[in-house]
């Protein structure tokens, strides 16, 4: 009779153990699907944002191409300095090119007068060179 015990109690002990190990063979089978798929998210995010971020950094290239071809590369820009501003026209005085704002107490007494007058500037690297010495 003891025997019997046993070898039934070993039978119950090893179905115990054999559920135990297939059990946690599927719980881990399913976490390493389900955090495959929580990469795969992630790295779809990831490359949407990346594609958005290209995008965009075309679409200012492409912004930045248009406005050079629109000054053309013989324009020339009219500067005067008006209400506290500096104003910046494209050749023909009608179109605004850029407006910058400043402090008159800060520009010396000469380039005050010279802004007022108007001057003349051949491209915008010449701009962006006299709007900075004007800011220094």
């Known amino acids: 009779m003891r025997l019997r015990?046993?070898?039934c109690l070993f039978a119950v002990m090893s179905l115990i153990a054999a559920g135990s190990v297939f059990g946690y063979m599927s719980l881990k089978k399913e976490y390493a699907d389900l955090n495959r798929q929580y990469e795969d998210s992630i790295n779809q995010t990831a490359s949407s944002l990346t594609g958005q971020e290209e995008y965009a950094e075309d679409r200012e290239e492409e912004t930045q191409k248009e406005t050079q071809k629109a000054a053309g590369s013989?324009?020339?820009?009219?500067?005067?300095?008006?209400?506290?501003?500096?104003?910046a026209y494209t050749g023909d005085h009608r179109q605004v090119c850029m407006r910058t704002r400043i402090d008159e107490e800060e520009l010396a007494e000469a380039l005050i007068q010279?802004?007022?007058?108007?001057?003349?500037?051949?491209?915008?690297?010449?701009?962006?060179?006299?709007?900075?010495?004007?800011?220094?």
Not at 116 to 129: C, F, H, M, R, S
């Open 5 to 7: 015990i046993c070898i």
């Open 74 to 87: 013989d324009a020339f820009y009219y500067v005067t300095l008006s209400n506290d501003e500096i104003i």
């Open 114 to 136: 010279e802004l007022k007058q108007g001057i003349y500037l051949e491209n915008l690297p010449a701009l962006y060179e006299y709007l900075e010495n004007c800011s220094s």
